[in-house]
């Protein structure tokens, strides 16, 4: 527990230009210096999803904030509001996510007043995440599983988290659920003689791999399987052409051929299968910088000569009209017949609905077992915060009404499986 007292903690409002991201960004390092399992993500990366050239933008807007003490920054969290998620659920909530804090609960408490607020004067009735920024995107806090690295394009964060979420009123929301998976223990002949009887059963169904180079090509498939099979899982938002020409654009080099497949017939693309290597291990070292020495141990992997020890499967989808016939095995089995040949020992698939019981029992039948768990909370916004300064050290005073809404201010992945 980090000491410090309200009248200490100086929260300031930040925009997303270059200046104020980096600076926002940075506040992790400070919080993760001796955490062995963080992985900071690429910061020329991460800032894209900040960017005006981040085509959520066109449908939502993000407030920053970071807390400082003593001149030092100790916390951060981001306000987002998603016109597209509350058209879609009919729902008036604002999303709280990219939070970091040291282990203070002053500091996380004036935090989420500026979130809570900010949201109130949004005209918002509740408060969900953490969204980084969106269900699309990486989501949901770490509640069990801290004793080894995320995978891949998953949250990490420490255990006192938790307690600091629940201090300030949150309760679950939905628990989300990654399976690890031992490619050892995985039956992998019994589950190839089940996809050829699939594919005898239904000899209509082709399944492609997606390559590199036709990638842009066979986006159109992804898109239309992508906002068609995840329609009715909780929280989730279609992602127009472009969010999802973005994603690929962000993902491209990394892709491996044969751990992408597309289940379709002659006439429309039925289902999708997205894995990659688990990258974090040989990121880590990189501290989120490329240009350091110690690239030269990263480049290797990102040109295909040589593979981590691991994969996470993204995302396993498939139309509902053709659920239960088979696609989903023969998609992940053809994942495994790849993950065996480039030196795999175990995947993670994530994440996945806790109530998603036919995606769970499938990756049962591969030997899958859960072993990190991540929730988002919710909270309704009955009594928002005191509006204080966001500029000027003051004193956390509890809660109040204000007398009227404004407008406030703010500047403006391919993950569940189903």
């Known amino acids: ?43 020329m990366d991460i800032k894209k999803v900040f960017s005006d050239k981040n085509p959520l933008f066109g449908h939502a807007e993000m407030a920053l904030w970071v807390a400082t003490h003593n001149g030092q920054d100790v916390g951060r969290i981001a306000g987002i509001l998603d016109q597209a998620h509350n058209r879609m659920h009919k729902d008036s909530t604002a999303f709280f996510g990219f939070f970091e804090c040291v282990d203070n609960r002053e500091v996380s408490r004036r935090l989420f007043q500026e979130v809570m607020n900010w949201a109130w004067k949004k005209g918002m009735k509740r408060v969900l995440g953490p969204m980084n920024p969106t269900t699309n995107d990486e989501c949901g806090l770490l509640v ?14 420490p255990r006192y988290y938790v307690d600091l979420v629940v201090a300030e009123g949150f309760r679950k929301a939905k628990d989300l659920l990654a399976f690890h998976m031992d490619f050892a223990k995985c039956p992998l002949d019994r589950l190839a003689r089940l996809a050829e009887k699939t594919r005898q059963r239904h000899p209509e169904l082709m399944f492609t791999p997606i390559r590199k180079a036709t990638l842009t090509r066979d986006l159109t498939k992804v898109k239309e399987v992508y906002n068609a099979a995840w329609r009715e899982n909780w929280g989730f938002v279609p992602m127009t052409d472009t969010e999802i020409d973005f994603m690929a654009s962000r993902l491209k080099p990394l892709l491996v051929e044969g751990l992408i497949w597309v289940a379709e017939t002659t006439t429309e693309p039925l289902g999708f299968m997205l894995a990659l290597p688990d990258y974090n291990p040989v990121l880590q070292p990189l501290r989120g910088r490329l240009f350091t020495p110690k690239l030269f141990g990263f480049l290797p ?20 009209k053709y659920r239960n016939r088979g696609l989903e095995a023969v998609m992940l089995t ?3 017949k790849t993950g065996f040949k480039v030196g795999f020992r175990d995947a993670e698939a994530s994440w996945i609905l806790e109530d998603n019981t036919m995606m769970r029992r499938l990756l049962e ?22 509006a204080e300064s966001t500029t000027l050290a003051c004193n956390a005073s509890g809660y109040e009404e204000p007398d009227s809404r404004s407008d406030g201010s703010g500047s403006g992945a391919f993950l569940n499986l189903k």
């Open 144 to 157: 069990e599983g801290f004793d080894s690295m995320p995978a891949f394009m998953m949250p990490y964060n």
């Open 301 to 320: 992997y990102v040109l295909g000569w040589k593979c981590p020890p691991r994969c996470r499967v993204i995302t396993l989808g498939v139309k509902e």
């Open 334 to 336: 053809e994942g495994f």
């Open 1 to 43: 527990m980090v000491f410090m007292t309200a009248n200490t903690v100086e929260i300031v409002s930040l925009s997303r230009d270059a200046r104020d991201v980096l600076r926002f960004l940075k506040v992790s390092y400070g919080v993760y210096r001796d955490d062995p399992y963080w992985v900071a993500p690429l910061l």
């Open 365 to 386: 039948t591969f030997g899958g077992k859960v072993y990190k768990t991540y929730r988002l909370y919710e909270r309704e916004i009955w009594r928002p915060p005191k």
